[in-house]
T-cell receptor
Framework: DAGVTQSPTHLIKTRGQQVTLRCSPK?????VSWYQQALGQGPQFIFQ???????QRGNFPDRFSGHQFPNYSSELNVNALLLGDSALYLC?????????????FGQGTRLTVV | AQTVTQSQPEMSVQEAETVTLSCTYD???????LFWYKQPPSRQMILVIR??????QNATENRFSVNFQKAAKSFSLKISDSQLGDAAMYFC???????????FGAGTRLTVKP
């Protein structure tokens, strides 16, 4: 079982550019959540996708958008990058959008905006 | 809004000794989940232990146990017989009952001294 895989592992972008991060959930999982973890802080919830729709969203601007594909994989897109978007982006998958199932995390994508 | 507070940015423990990490949270919900996650330098968040709020019995997983005080909104993690591999960032997290939008604390960095 490959677990949750994220790509790329590291990325450097210039302010104002756009970026796409990818996540493949653990086998058997259909729900994907994205988190932003700034340096020295805990992860912050961005949004969750289930059945190819955004089910829930945290306090992030519309520059952050996502998508879920029929195979349950997901993308996180960030437009008009700001220096403050530099962070570790974590993807987590669960079997259902319920808290009674364990969330498995990927190793994250380290995004640096210069 | 639900918030999670970890008041100990850093903790240190001697190998084979016991250490307790503190966490408090704020919520108006009666049903929810609480978690402790470990994040080693590999960056992948690993679930250490989970507690359902409706259960009075404290959760235990091998050397890891929690002290859940619902009225006080306190959720501490006790690590017994500490091992070098326990060294990591530890995050306390809260999630409402009907979704897995997790809210994380700022984390506690645990150092284990040989």
């Amino acid at each position: 079982d490959a677990g949750v895989t994220q790509s790329p592992t590291h990325l450097i972008k210039t302010r104002g550019q756009q970026v796409t991060l990818r996540c493949s959930p653990k086998s058997g999982h259909d729900t994907v959540s994205w988190y932003q973890q700034a340096l020295g802080q805990g992860p912050q919830f961005i949004f969750q996708y289930y059945e190819e729709e955004e089910r829930q969203r945290g306090n992030f601007p519309d520059r952050f958008s996502g998508h879920q594909f029929p195979n349950y994989s997901s993308e996180l897109n960030v437009n008009a990058l700001l220096l403050g978007d530099s962070a570790l982006y974590l993807c987590a998958s669960t079997a259902q959008p319920l808290s009674n199932t364990e969330a498995f995390f990927g190793q994250g994508t380290r995004l640096t905006v210069v | 809004a639900q918030t999670v507070t970890q008041s100990q940015p850093e903790m240190s423990v001697q190998e084979a000794e016991t250490v307790t990490l503190s966490c408090t949270y704020d919520t108006s919900e009666s049903d929810y989940y609480l978690f402790w996650y470990k994040q080693p330098p590999s960056r992948q968040m690993i679930l250490v232990i989970r507690q359902e709020a409706y259960k009075q019995q404290n959760a235990t997983e091998n050397r890891f146990s929690v002290n859940f005080q619902k009225a006080a909104k306190s959720f501490s993690l006790k690590i017994s017989d500490s091992q070098l591999g326990d060294a990591a960032m530890y995050f306390c997290a809260y999630s409402p009952y009907n979704n897995n939008d997790m809210r994380f604390g700022a984390g506690t960095r645990l150092t284990v001294k040989p």
